[in-house]
């Protein structure tokens, strides 16, 4: 192997090695995450989940699926995602949610599939992240369109009401997934300043018709921000990796429907 080669091979390694430390720093397992601690009529796809790694996810496309059910335990609305990334020919096609296995999906057939209270579709998005580390769970099939596991939490009750609220832009809401997600040094990324002070980085885009990555630097041009917010871009000039904090906001999402994860207190570093 070349010496070039060698180096990208540890770079990659390294890479990894500092997400899946993270997930394990956080107490992040199979046996003992917190989100694996619901019962119900659903799959139990929580507790044989392992960590994996996903690279190259930049532009990548994608899609979720919720499972929506009730713990009569504890008592308590909860909801299981899916998501289709590295499945149906994501690895070579960078698109694990092909339209034609995707647009067909049928919520309420899939709730009566897995015995949940209902079922949520969501658009495809596509990753502006490089990398993803997290627990990944068993992989079941919606129609054809496969996903895997990815999670558990809390959810409000409006979510299975007759008409659910809409998500709110430049509304935080809270999240228990663990992933660990990554932008490689170099990368462009697509920034938030909020009123408060605080750094929002988008971490994946709707798919939508007029929109494609190479758009996404002139996104400010069509938002409509709050008053005392800023959309920026810059080019990263270290590695920047985005760690999930426990009791923390966990995502916003724009008034186009992209979404964005906090990075900190306001990021002046991040220079465009």
């Known amino acids: 192997m070349s010496t070039v080669g060698k180096s990208r091979a540890g770079r990659t390694l390294r890479r990894v ?57 504890k008592k308590v609305l909860y909801v299981t995602v899916y998501a289709t990334t590295g499945l149906n020919g ?27 209270l209902s079922a949520r579709i969501d658009p495809p998005y596509h990753w502006t992240i490089d990398w993803l580390a997290d627990r990944v769970g068993t992989v079941r099939s919606f129609d054809g369109l496969n996903a895997s596991w990815m999670g558990n939490s809390l959810a409000p009750s409006a979510a299975i009401s007759a008409k659910p609220t809409p998500r709110v832009p430049y509304h935080p809401t809270s999240t ?35 929109l ?30 985005l760690e999930p904090k426990a009791g923390s906001a966990g995502v916003i999402q724009d008034d186009r429907g992209n979404l964005y994860r906090l990075t900190g207190p306001r990021q002046s570093n991040f220079v465009p």
């Open 17 to 73: 090695v500092l997400g899946l430390m993270a997930l394990t720093a956080l107490g992040v397992c199979p046996s003992r995450a917190e989100d694996c601690k619901y019962f119900s009529a659903l799959p139990d796809d929580c507790a044989r989940a392992g960590l994996r790694k996903f690279d190259g996810l930049r532009d990548y496309r994608y899609e979720e699926i919720e499972l929506f059910a009730k713990d009569p335990l």
């Open 176 to 210: 228990a997934r663990t992933a660990v997600a990554g932008f490689k040094k170099g990368s462009e990324i697509y920034l938030l300043d909020d009123s408060k002070g605080q750094t929002w980085v988008m971490v994946s885009y709707k798919d939508m018709p007029d």
């Open 212 to 241: 494609t990555i190479d758009k996404l630097k002139s996104l400010g041009d069509v938002l409509k921000l709050p008053q005392g917010w800023k959309f920026r871009t810059a080019a990263l000039s270290n590695e920047l990796i």
């Open 90 to 116: 994501g690895d070579d096609s960078r698109d694990s949610a092909p339209a034609s296995l995707a647009q067909n999906l049928d919520p309420k057939k899939i709730a009566k599939q897995y015995q949940a």
